[in-house]
């Protein structure tokens, strides 16, 4: 199976951990994974600015890039969620079409498309994992609690493969976490807040590591923890997943 | 002049067509006695006192006059629409503060405690808001499961006015605590016959 | 600054203070989920309640005609009202034609949203809020701070000071119960002397013609049933089509704004009681305008709940005053831009998009999506803040040049040891007042993947 590795502009800048163990994720699980050099980001912190006009190429380049891929994989429900939604303002070529219907994020990628019943991978921690909105409320990745219908979840489900975990509950189960991309910088002081009571519910919950899909919400609450001299550790899922430890 | 220039624009504006959906979807039937379990547990949760004569032989304006005696021993003024055959007389609210107010409701519903009130039972609509305490009587026979099948069985058009009462008036404004007695009626006793 | 990220900079300095706002509406919250969750058929009821408006939306200026038509018919005297000018003048006229000097008005966001108040205070009326919240707010010179909770922001101590230097209650007695009591004989006296009463509406139905007002504390009823008068004040978008509707939405309302199974009066007005005059004013002010944006429209859909305030969680951590608008919360920044793009050029941004306002929404408006496309449009309107819009044009222009991106990446952290400025939006400033930004790794991902993959 011929898999796309995409890999967010913020991952590759700042967190390559996180592209590499989803490359070995990929990897391990028998996919043939080619890397695009030239992938930069998929125009969402534009787009969610309001200038989404202004990304067309970025999204016609991306869509280019991956032409060629039966799927592409991210570690990121955010960027996967901001391609199906939000590419819709370009022409709907062959590529675009093929981007949008044919991206997954590894979560979602490693349950739906691989199907996979087991992991090779300990963590022997207290885990607290973080809900991200975008993979949350927009791809159903995790059951929103304001909704009544049964939606399994497939974060629980991957996480429940790996040896050794001790899963958190939290008080609020699916909180955002305040980083909404330029919100954090435009609205600081509401999006610390947020992060803030974030951290303190996982704090409270005695959770030793903080996981999620998204590094986004993750670099933020890092940001937080780090300036406060405490909190969890911080790890990606696909950290968790490809066996990766502390 | 509005009128025109309102629906002028809205018929420019508005979408095409949508159609109705189906409501019977949510005609689905309860067991009575599971009915009457729900009413309770909701008009008691709802701040009513709600007592069950169902299996009592009482004649009803017996045990009234025994209840009301017991409960309410300082009420000296009532405004009594129990009894169809007397009427009570005009009471001029604004200027007469009346103590208790006796209605049978017409239907009521399970998932919420609604009562049902319409001008043909209230001869004064602001009776049972005005009143300290009231005080309504509801036939088990006429709960229905919820607000779908009480539209079916009461008719908004046929009457003036017409109000669902679910408990006394209660108010959280003040810091999310519950006061019950805000406006209107300070308690609220349901017999169940 | 935005206006509503310095009003929330506010709001936020008294952190325990925002805690305990945060929290109050949070529980508010799981009442609800704890209300729905009792109803299988929750998710149903929503789409359904959906598609109902839907419907009335596509059919509106024919519900609006049957509706008058049905009202005439019960004796209820119909008004129209281009815009709020026009609104606050017909009940002018109808209070003038009544030498009415004394009124009584039930919760009416349709009445905030006109200034009715201030329209009726420079005419010498006196206009009693009595709703236990809008009196509270009446009382302290404030708008509402949440659509169901107007007063929600105010501490029971404020309260307690507040009706000791205007009702004359004991200094220092902030019991609830007590203030309640006070607040009831207080506005018992305002209900008898009343010369009209004036309320909002639920809910409006085109078959009956007739108009529903949802109350817990009956003052809407304490109003109209004293008063020679009562006129009721409408938004074109409340109808529905008929009576059997009703069960749909009042088994939504009240569990989604409070986690009650309904409210404790629902009260159904169809004709005037003997001898008294009933009004029914049906305003637009810029809703049918509204209705012709596709992508906005569905937002006249609000039954006005406040689900989406209690769940979002920027309301609940900078109050509804940020909003600077009469609705406040999400739906209000939805809302508001309509009227006036310039003034609320803000509020869309108010939110991170995480989308728990659409999921909680009883008639499913698609909130989170809706303030993506007015983000949109204010770029298009040219009112984004051009300390915005030109780092990200920046950045734009990087992420189109991916051998650009991939040296600044590289010589940023090569050089620098740093990381590379186009990936912090110019907002290092605001970021780092209370967070640490990542290090920066020594290579990226793209240089790990040259050096052992791709030999």
Redesign the interface.
Known sequence: MKVGLFVPCYIDQFFPEVGIATLQLLEKHNCEVIFPDQQTCCGQPMANTGMEQEGKKIYNDLAGLFAGCEYIVAPSPSCVHHIRAHYDIVEQTKEIKNLRKQTFDIVEFLVDILKIDHLEASFPHRVGLHQSCHGLRGMHLGKPSELMSDIPSKWDKVLKMVDGIDLAMLNRADECCGFGGTFAVAEEAVSVKMGKDRLADHNSNNVEVLTSGDMSCLMHLQGIAKRQKSGPKIVHIANILNGDQL | M??A???E?????????????D?S??QHEVPQENLIKDFIE?STG?MSNVVSIIDSEVPLQTFLKEFIAKNFPLATTFYDLSRSEEHPTEVD???TPVDLFIAEAKLG?A????LWFDDSILK???ST??CEHTLMIIDHKTIVP???Q???KIK??E???????????????????L?V?????VSNTVILI | MSQHSKRADNFIKDEARTDWHDKALWHVREKRDASAEKLPEWELLRATASQVKDNVLSNLDNYLVQFEAEAKKNGVIVHWAEDAADHNNIIGEILKKHNARKIVKSKSMLTEECKLNDFLEEKDIEIIDTDLGERIIQLRKEPPSHVVLPAIHIKKEEVGELFHQKLGTEKGNSDPTYLTKAARTHLRNKFFEADAAITGVNFGIAETGGVVICTNEGNADMGCHSAPVQIHCMGIEKLLPNAEHLGVFIRLLARSATGQPSTIYTSHYQKPRPGTEMHVVIVDNGRSTHLGKEDFRNSLKCIRCGACMNTCPIYRRSGGHSYHSTIPGPIGAILSPNKNLKEYSDLPFASTLCGSCSDVCPVKINIHEQLYKWRQEIYRNNELLKSKTIPLKITTKVFENPSVYNSLGKFARGSLRNLPNFMIYNGWNAWGKQRDLPEAPKEGFKEWYKKNRDE
């Open positions: 509005s009128k220039a309102i629906l624009r809205i018929k420019k504006n508005k979408p095409e067509l949508v159609e109705l959906p409501l979807v949510f909701v709802n609210f604004t200027q519903v998932e919420n405690g609604g004064q609509r602001i808001f005005a919820t607000m779908h009480a539209y079916q908004i058009a009457t003036g006015y017409g109000v669902f009462i679910a408990g006394p008036s209660k108010t959280a404004d003040i810091e999310q605590s006061v007695g805000a406006q209107g009626a």
